[in-house]
């Protein structure tokens, strides 16, 4: 048995972080504690402590629990469990832990509907994935969903020494563990209990004398704590953050978010982000930086990791360092919201790449005036069609740039 679960907390007091869930005076502590268990749904990341939680709950409520994982169970494992409905064995009332139930296709989560309605069972979920797209609408409406987050280094840092308590109890030995590995495994796992857990047992196992060192620490942590699933809410969280960085002209958070895409190996997911930010948040504020990404870009891919890795900060230190403009984008937006709606009207007759007049125009000749031949290369006359007229979708933007773009319009408009 894994170290992991020789030393599973048995009651909510000892599990580590999700204070925001199990601390007392908390409403999901005080449904833990009344032994009234309803439908729940356990949302975050692997090694936060669901599947412990779900278990305490369970016993302190008496009842039975079957544990099924999704990604191996089928509808007879479901329809077997189902079957204790109404005997001795499910008196107490049966609770089942359905973990990764983002793997059950819809049939397999609709056949718990009818016996989560009733009352029969009781279904406790967890996923890594966002619930609210991975998970049934009927079995959301009918569950509470709970997020457990990444337990921070200093809570890790508490299950750490618990486990070398436990490994000194196994060994018969006396283990000593440095402080600084001691910090570089507790900041190393990504904030998941299990991964630390593991790690020390490894440590314990193979350390000279049983003495944990930093170097040890290093060899033995996995290389990176950075959680990414390129299909998973993860890589879109990632992209996200780093547009939202940039937005906010916050370079150095936007680097930390390119560095952890970089890091999982993703080059082409960041490089047509920035493309997007370039166009859409600096945009007319500084219109030749969509050249310049675009030049970043092409480098970096030319290049490949890990040097891709310049290019791209060159890129985001300027985005996020540039003046900011999102007018261009609100105005495609706004035009196409238009369009969508039906709002389009007939091209009028001067635009119209017509050279011959029907017998059905009312208006003869096309009457197009070719701005080109008039002072300033400009004439007024109709562009837009006559429902959308003197209808406005771009307003510019208080930048040099395009301030400087109002003037010129300004000018032409006067003469």
């Given at each position: 048995?894994?170290?992991a679960?020789?030393?599973?907390?048995?009651?909510?007091?000892?599990v580590?972080?999700q204070?925001?869930?199990?601390?007392?005076?908390?409403?999901?502590?005080?449904?833990?504690?009344?032994?009234?268990?309803?439908?729940?749904v356990?949302?975050?990341?692997?090694?936060?402590?669901?599947?412990?939680?779900?278990?305490i709950?369970?016993?302190?409520?008496?009842?039975r629990l079957?544990?099924l994982?999704?990604?191996?169970?089928s509808?007879?494992?479901i329809?077997?469990?189902?079957?204790?409905?109404?005997?001795?064995?499910?008196q107490?009332?049966?609770?089942?832990?359905?973990?990764?139930?983002?793997?059950?296709?819809?049939?397999q989560?609709?056949s718990?509907?009818?016996?989560?309605?009733?009352g029969?069972?009781?279904?406790?979920a967890?996923?890594?994935?966002?619930?609210y797209?991975?998970?049934?609408?009927?079995?959301?409406?009918r569950?509470?969903v709970f997020?457990f987050?990444?337990?921070?280094?200093?809570?890790?840092?508490?299950?750490?020494g618990?486990?070398?308590?436990?490994?000194?109890?196994?060994?018969?030995?006396?283990?000593?563990?440095?402080k600084?590995a001691l910090?570089?495994?507790?900041c190393?796992?990504?904030g998941?209990v299990?991964?630390?857990?593991?790690?020390v047992?490894?440590?314990c196992?193979?350390?000279?004398?049983?003495?944990?060192?930093?170097?040890?620490a290093k060899?033995?942590?996995?290389?990176?704590?950075?959680?990414?699933?390129?299909?998973?809410?993860?890589?879109?969280?990632?992209?996200s953050?780093?547009q939202?960085?940039i937005?906010?002209s916050?370079?150095n958070?936007?680097?930390?978010?390119?560095?952890?895409l970089l890091?999982?190996?993703?080059?082409?997911?960041?490089?047509?982000?920035?493309?997007?930010?370039?166009?859409e948040?600096v945009?007319?504020?500084?219109?030749?930086?969509?050249?310049i990404v675009?030049?970043c870009?092409?480098?970096a891919i030319?290049?490949?990791?890990p040097?891709?890795?310049i290019?791209?900060?060159?890129?985001?230190?300027?985005?996020?360092?540039s003046?900011?403009?999102?007018?261009?984008?609100?105005?495609?937006?706004?035009?196409?919201?238009d369009?969508?709606?039906g709002k389009?009207?007939?091209?009028?007759?001067?635009?119209q790449?017509?050279?011959?007049?029907?017998e059905?125009?009312?208006v003869r000749n096309?009457?197009?005036?070719?701005?080109h031949?008039?002072k300033?290369?400009?004439?007024?006359q109709?562009?837009?069609?006559k429902i959308?007229?003197?209808?406005?979708y771009?307003?510019?933007?208080n930048?040099?740039?395009?301030?400087l773009?109002l003037?010129y319009?300004?000018?032409?408009?006067?003469e």
């Amino acid at each position: 048995m894994p170290l992991a679960d020789k030393i599973r907390p048995k009651s909510l007091d000892e599990v580590v972080g999700q204070r925001h869930l199990l601390q007392k005076g908390q409403p999901f502590r005080a449904i833990a504690d009344s032994n009234y268990v309803p439908n729940m749904v356990f949302y975050g990341p692997s090694g936060t402590g669901k599947t412990t939680v779900a278990k305490i709950i369970a016993q302190k409520a008496n009842m039975r629990l079957h544990y099924l994982n999704a990604t191996s169970a089928s509808l007879s494992d479901i329809k077997n469990i189902l079957s204790e409905v109404d005997t001795i064995f499910g008196q107490n009332g049966i609770l089942i832990y359905l973990d990764e139930i983002q793997y059950f296709n819809k049939k397999q989560q609709q056949s718990l509907l009818e016996y989560i309605e009733n009352g029969s069972v009781t279904l406790i979920a967890s996923t890594t994935e966002n619930p609210y797209f991975y998970v049934y609408n009927a079995i959301l409406s009918r569950s509470t969903v709970f997020e457990f987050k990444p337990v921070s280094p200093r809570d890790v840092a508490f299950a750490i020494g618990r486990a070398l308590k436990y490994m000194e109890e196994e060994l018969k030995a006396k283990i000593a563990c440095d402080k600084d590995a001691l910090s570089h495994i507790s900041c190393s796992c990504g904030g998941d209990v299990r991964k630390a857990i593991n790690t020390v047992e490894l440590c314990c196992i193979s350390a000279k004398n049983f003495h944990i060192t930093l170097e040890i620490a290093k060899k033995l942590t996995p290389k990176s704590g950075n959680r990414y699933d390129r299909q998973g809410d993860e890589h879109f969280d990632l992209l996200s953050a780093l547009q939202k960085s940039i937005r906010g002209s916050d370079e150095n958070a936007a680097l930390h978010y390119l560095a952890r895409l970089l890091e999982a190996g993703n080059l082409i997911s960041p490089c047509r982000r920035l493309l997007v930010v370039a166009c859409e948040d600096v945009g007319l504020a500084y219109p030749n930086i969509i050249p310049i990404v675009k030049s970043c870009v092409d480098v970096a891919i030319q290049l490949g990791l890990p040097e891709a890795r310049i290019p791209l900060a060159n890129a985001v230190i300027l985005l996020a360092t540039s003046p900011k403009s999102n007018s261009a984008y609100c105005a495609i937006n706004e035009a196409m919201h238009d369009v969508k709606n039906g709002k389009i009207g007939e091209i009028p007759r001067c635009l119209q790449n017509m050279h011959f007049d029907g017998e059905g125009n009312e208006v003869r000749n096309q009457n197009y005036k070719y701005p080109h031949e008039f002072k300033n290369h400009f004439v007024r006359q109709q562009y837009m069609p006559k429902i959308l007229n003197n209808k406005i979708y771009y307003k510019f933007a208080n930048n040099k740039a395009e301030q400087l773009a109002l003037s010129y319009r300004k000018k032409l408009l006067e003469e």
